[in-house]
């Protein structure tokens, strides 16, 4: 083999091993439960991962885990979630989230589908991201004046 292959070789080895540790795995507690419509955004979610080269099953593994709104089984999968080192966890909702945050202080953690996540003590503010999450929030209580707006103009 040619030195300049060998070279080749080697780094396409090293990248590929630190694209497995950096995004080798990946958790998701979904707070709802499995009903059609979440099912639907795992799909889209795993379909855009999939868009991005991620492929379950070949260079990234999900671990997907529903709550089914007891807060019992929130904590346990939380645990199970934890335990399983993934290299980031997906949560929705805030019970999850917040079972998944006392659980880890280390693991990245990206929230979806929070109405405050300030108000329920997840992140202190949300133009930065504190500790070891972040997210989105889909409801923000400086959009009120926009609505208001836009009821005006609709009215």
């Not at 499995?34 to 795993?46: A, G």
């Not at 997907?64 to 929130?74: A, C, I, Q, S, Y």
């Not at 805030?94 to 979806?112: C, D, G, L, S, Y």
Request: aromatic share 6%; hydrophobic share 40%.
């Amino acid at each position: 083999m040619q030195a300049s292959a060998r070279r080749q070789r080697g780094r396409l080895r090293r990248k590929r091993s630190s694209l497995r540790s950096a995004y080798g795995s990946s958790a998701c507690s979904w707070g709802a439960t499995e009903t059609i419509p979440w099912k639907t955004l795992v799909s889209t979610f795993t379909q855009a991962l999939a868009d991005l080269g991620w492929i379950d099953g070949r260079n990234v593994r999900m671990y997907v885990r529903w709550t089914g709104g007891d807060t019992n089984r929130t904590r346990a999968l939380a645990q199970e979630l934890v335990g399983l080192q993934p290299d980031i966890i997906v949560t929705s909702a805030t019970p999850a989230t917040a079972a998944v945050q006392r659980e880890t202080r280390k693991i990245p953690m990206v929230f979806v589908s929070m109405t405050d996540p300030v108000a329920s003590g997840i992140v202190a503010r949300l133009d930065r991201p504190s500790e070891n999450v972040t997210g989105f929030a889909n409801l923000e209580a400086s959009l009120g004046g926009k609505w208001l707006e836009l009821l005006r103009t609709a009215a």
